[in-house]
């Protein structure tokens, strides 16, 4: 740090350990990319990260060796390094790692050097970071078979949970009553055996995720059904250590707040309203011969069965007869790959509204696979979502504590509670926010009320009482008169649907992302008295104009309901002008691609405020500006880079305040914490925060109020400001000037 200036050798170094460069450990997004590997591993045991990235030999095993932190990263030349508390290993060598797995699940960790002639190699640590698995005699094929298999019987009576659903009423109010009694309910279910169900299944593939299990079978003609558990694993879905106590049974107990049964009553209102959907059905699987080596984990469990939506199902009405079926990442593959490849957005939006009837909140993008429809008679072909996983139809997230969780953590907001409304649809809506902006950019509030009212006028009431009688066993739909009230809040749901709808079209129409292709798009906006028109076109190679018979976008925005629009024109050579003379308009901001784009801005709106953002790298693009552009090309690639996971919503939520101190005593409070989110600004935008404590010892108050702005003047740079405000009968200790005062309180008049 001496060298050659002291001190100011020191500013390289103090900025690569605090601030940092791309590549290094302080840096912000690799700061992120370390929590997120962590997070992401909490729950498992026995978890080794590797890296490369100092050049050091170094291993870490922390927390009674249940996390393994290797560094081998000195192949080439080495830096000086120093032991930590936590490192039982370190040296600034030349060298590498050896991890060796051996069959009876044991791990070995070795580092060599090179010798000192240089010919080979020396070993200068090794260890054992995992032990032997437990041996196991018994083979996956010595299974006991269940007897009931060779009964002359279709069914059995049994309950989901063993044990007793009674809970105290204080239990069910601070927790919930949930369908807590449906899953400890002996009832009958019918028996599955795997070899009558398709033909000649074929189990062949485990999956599910941390709360499901999952089997994949195949029948004779290669189609593909999905065996799903009921009952969901709190051990998995819980991280370790807390998936070895207590917190387990008590996240198993909330697993009951979904209808173990509402699946099954879908299909038929979803064929009344046209949206694709599975044909789940419950069943039974004793352990069988048919389970072969999968016995040891599926046997002998209730499971939902149902075709797997994916690949080819022409035959089946309910998936589209669609020729191929594909992810939902396939697809937003495709329709930017080409102009041709088109979403059917008002099926996805009827898809999406009788989500809101059934109060089915989890939709996330993985939830849906998507049915290929070919050559629809305009040049196009279409997508329509299928539906899967109706884990969370008609759930019930009861109690006081579920309340507050929902009123006070972000992420307990879309939990929802089954109910005759809706509260809030920003909410309901929390899980599919990022499908949805991805998929539904055309729609006007026109649009989104033909499909609603397509739905009130189909789902009938006479379809709504059938889909629940006939698939809930009496038992059950009489059980806490559960199946008359779910009846009632379909019915008002759907008579309601048309507010709900307005809503949503609200909250998406806000802030609209259109995404371009990746070969070469025209596109025009053009600004009028009240609206904002976007129109798209392929882009001819030629002649480089609008291909106006490869039209894919055109809408129409209303500017009191649309703040902002963004335009990503992605790869390829994008053409982009924006017109029109308003008193009144839209921000719309062009996002340019890798490829040389061309901008030409003549639109102007009163104001002083520039209304036409021009985002790119900085390499050689053309761009005509007019008095409302904005150029904001930058270097920062991120910045001019469409992410479906962008989008976030705001929220409002209070923050209690409260503690002890030998001055004041306790002190209780209350505040709130306002964030609102904008267009690239990570983690936000801006940040409010209030709060007002009051001492009851001293009876002195506190207020404050801070707040924080990300990326004001630039991306690096925010602005953060605090106010703090105090009465006089505060507490202050002071105990005079230098180290040698004695410390003593004293009481000052």
Do not use: C
């Amino acid at each position: 740090h001496l060298k050659p200036i002291p001190v100011v050798s020191s500013i390289p170094l103090i900025y690569r350990y605090t601030i940092g460069k791309q590549q290094d450990i302080a840096y912000a997004h690799f700061k992120e990319f370390k929590s997120a590997l962590i997070g992401a591993t909490k729950k498992y045991n026995n978890v080794i990260f590797i890296s490369g990235h100092d050049e050091i030999l170094q291993y870490s095993g922390v927390k009674r060796k249940s996390r393994h932190y290797i560094v081998s990263g000195a192949g080439s030349r080495a830096s000086k390094a120093a032991r930590g508390n936590e490192a039982q290993f370190v040296y600034g060598h030349t060298g590498y790692g050896q991890l060796d797995y051996y069959k009876n699940g044991s791990v070995w960790l070795k580092f060599y050097i090179p010798n000192e002639e240089g010919t080979g190699k020396q070993l200068v640590y090794e260890e054992k970071i995992r032990n032997a698995k437990p041996v196991n005699l018994k083979k996956d094929t010595e299974f006991q078979y269940n007897p009931i298999m060779e009964l002359d019987t279709d069914s059995i009576l049994t309950s989901i949970y063993s044990g007793d659903s009674i809970k105290s009423k204080t239990y069910q109010y601070l927790l919930g009553k949930h369908y807590r009694d449906i899953y400890f309910q002996p009832t009958r279910f019918p028996l599955l055996k795997l070899d009558t169900l398709f033909g000649n299944n074929v189990p062949y593939k485990q999956g599910g995720g941390f709360q499901t299990k999952a089997l994949r079978i195949t029948d004779d003609d290669d189609k593909e059904y999905v065996i799903r558990s009921l009952k969901k694993n709190a051990k998995d879905f819980l991280p370790y250590p807390f998936n070895k106590t207590f917190a387990v049974d008590l996240v198993k107990d909330q697993f009951t707040a979904a209808h173990p049964f509402a699946a099954m009553t879908v299909p038929p209102m979803a064929d009344a309203v046209n949206v694709y959907h599975t044909d789940p059905k419950l069943y039974y699987i004793p352990k069988q011969k048919g389970l072969g080596k999968y016995n040891r984990t599926f046997g002998d469990q209730l499971f939902l069965v149902e075709a797997r939506p994916d690949e080819d199902w022409r035959e089946k009405d309910a998936f589209g007869n669609s020729p191929e079926i594909v992810s939902t990442f396939d697809v937003y593959d495709e329709i930017t790959n080409s102009w041709k490849n088109r979403v059917d957005q008002p099926w996805t939006a009827r898809s999406r509204l009788f989500d809101f009837v059934i109060g089915d909140w989890d939709r996330h993008l993985d939830q849906w696979r998507w049915a290929f429809i070919p050559d629809t008679g305009d040049l196009k072909n279409i997508y329509r979502p299928i539906p899967r996983d109706r884990d969370q139809v008609y759930s019930k997230y009861d109690g006081l504590l579920s309340d507050l969780a929902r009123l006070t953590f972000p992420g307990f907001k879309q939990l929802q509670n089954f109910d005759y409304t809706i509260p809030n649809v920003k909410w309901m809506a929390q899980n599919g926010r990022w499908f949805d902006r991805a998929f539904l950019s055309e729609l006007t509030r026109e649009d989104w009320e033909k499909q609603a009212r397509f739905i009130q006028k189909n789902l009938t009431d006479d379809i709504i009482e059938k889909a629940i009688r006939e698939n809930f066993p009496p038992d059950v739909f009489t059980r806490n008169n559960d199946g008359v009230n779910i009846i009632a809040k379909i019915k008002k749901r759907r008579d309601d649907l048309l507010i709900y709808t307005n809503d949503f079209y609200e909250l998406l129409a806000k802030e609209v992302t259109v995404l371009g292709t990746n070969k070469g798009d025209y596109i025009i906006v053009e600004r009028l008295p009240e609206t904002t028109h976007v129109k798209m076109y392929k882009r001819s190679p030629i002649t480089k104009k609008a291909d106006l018979e490869k039209q894919y976008f055109d809408r129409v925005f209303v500017n009191k309901d649309t703040e902002a629009i963004n335009i990503y024109g992605l790869s390829g050579a994008d053409y982009m002008e924006v017109k029109g003379d308003t008193k009144k308009g839209t921000l719309v901001r062009l996002i340019g691609g890798p490829d040389v784009d061309e901008l030409v801005d003549v639109s102007h709106v009163r104001g002083g405020k520039k209304l036409t953002h021009f985002l790119d790298d900085k390499t050689e693009n053309i761009i005509k500006p007019g008095q409302e552009t904005k150029d904001k090309r930058s270097k920062f690639r991120l910045a001019n880079t469409y992410s479906i996971y962008e989008y976030a919503n705001d929220y409002v939520i209070p923050l209690p305040a409260f503690g002890s101190n030998p001055d004041d005593g306790l002190f209780l409070g209350l505040g709130i914490v306002y964030r609102k989110h904008g267009f690239k600004k990570i983690p936000f935008k801006e940040e409010h925060r209030i709060t007002g404590k009051i001492a009851l010892a001293t009876l002195s108050v506190d207020l404050n109020y801070n707040a924080t702005y990300n990326s004001i003047l630039g991306r690096n740079f925010g602005f953060y400001h605090e106010f703090i405000l105090k009465t006089p009968q505060f507490t202050v200790n002071y105990f005079g000037k230098g180290n040698e005062s004695p410390g003593e309180i004293r009481d000052i008049d």
